[in-house]
């Protein structure tokens, strides 16, 4: 399933704010943003607008350049991973699986 980037950028903002010890309250009273709207987008589910993140970042004390620039990063390292193919023969096989091959014993023919 593709990444969305309101989700990225919702996780980015969540751990600068989990990182600072700060409560969804604080942040969203600094920033003017309801709580329930700023839970929102840092779970994902609203696509927070440029005025409204920007808000978020000035309440958070972190540039908007780096949460974007995090996200972006973030980004990428998901497309790389969604679009590296696998090695040919290894979908779907368990690494942790020990198979064992018994020695050959040659029978003798009369």
Do not use: F, W
């Amino acid at each position: 399933m593709t990444t969305l980037l309101r989700e990225v950028i919702g996780d980015v903002l969540r751990r600068a704010r989990v990182e600072q010890g700060r409560t969804l309250r604080e942040v969203s009273d600094s920033a003017r943003v309801s709580l329930g709207y700023l839970s929102e987008v840092e779970r994902g589910r609203k696509e927070a607008s440029s005025e409204l993140l920007s808000a978020i970042c000035g309440a958070l004390d972190v540039p908007l350049s780096r949460v974007l620039s995090e996200a972006g990063d973030e980004m990428a390292v998901e497309e790389a991973r969604v679009a590296a193919p696998e090695p040919i023969g290894t979908a779907g096989i368990d690494v942790t699986t020990k198979v064992v091959i018994p020695q050959v014993v040659s029978m003798a023919v009369a």
